[in-house]
């Protein structure tokens, strides 16, 4: 079975300071892996997926299949980075539909 | 077109009621998912439509969730016969397929009392 963890429920950081948030997954196939993010009080939103190897709003993950993990970083966290993130897999192969399997999240609050 | 629609926002009922919650998605998206998330946890797969047709459910969907998408539009989850153990948040997402990430609706919040 699909499994993603993410070991910090809460994360703190003061602005400025260097940001990483851990997803951990397993699944015995070529996953497609995504971080989702939700502000206060706005609806669960797509923030980047690691087949596009983007950086949005200077954040960047890389898939490590050794390690199966793809954990979100950002070099110099904002305030407005304080946010609830979510890690989530994606199973590929015939026999999967189009579920995501999501972590449990991780609060990260941005200290001024 | 403003997004994911759901409806109503907010739903308290009493255990034994039924309840029905509606999702408009993109009009231009083919597939539909139903979540249910509780606190402190993630978002939890309920089940899937490619236009009209459900092609997969979670087996967290009971006997008593049923969940419809006529005509490959708008979509329905109704509960019927609700228990405490329902109270959660319900979310709606579409999507285009392929590579494609979700679109989340804000979700229908299930207080059952």
């Known amino acids: 079975a699909q499994r993603v963890t993410q070991p910090e429920k809460l994360l703190s950081v003061f602005k400025g300071a260097p940001v990483e948030l851990k997803c951990n997954y397993s699944?015995?196939?070529?996953?497609?892996l995504f971080w989702y993010v939700q502000y206060s009080r706005q609806r669960l939103q797509l923030l980047l997926r690691?087949?596009s190897r983007e950086s949005i709003k200077g954040f960047t993950a890389d898939l490590n299949k050794g390690e199966t993990s793809f954990h979100l970083k950002k070099p110099f966290a904002q305030e407005e980075d304080s946010a609830m993130y979510y890690c989530?897999?994606?199973?590929?192969?015939?026999?999967?539909?189009?579920?995501?399997?999501f972590g449990p999240g991780t609060r990260l609050s941005v200290l001024p | 077109d403003t997004g994911v629609s759901q409806d109503p926002r907010h739903k308290i009922t009493k255990r034994g009621q039924n309840v029905t919650f509606r999702c408009d998605p993109i009009?231009?998206?083919?597939?539909l998912y139903w979540y249910r998330q509780t606190l402190g946890q993630g978002p939890e797969f309920l089940t899937y439509?490619?236009?009209?047709?459900?092609?997969?459910k979670s087996r967290l969907l009971s006997d008593r969730f049923s969940a419809e998408r006529p005509k490959g539009s708008f979509s329905t989850l109704e509960i019927q016969r609700t228990e405490q153990g329902d109270s959660a948040m319900y979310l709606c997402?579409?999507?285009?397929?392929?590579?494609?990430?979700?679109?989340f609706g804000s979700g229908t919040r299930l207080t059952v009392v």
């Open positions: 997402a579409s999507s285009l397929g392929g590579l494609s990430g979700y679109t």
């Open positions: 699944y015995s196939g070529s996953p497609e």
């Open positions: 690691h087949i």
């Open positions: 989530a897999l994606r199973p590929v192969g015939d026999n999967y539909g189009q579920n995501f399997v």
């Open positions: 009009s231009e998206h083919n597939r």
């Open positions: 439509f490619q236009n009209e047709a459900q092609l997969e």
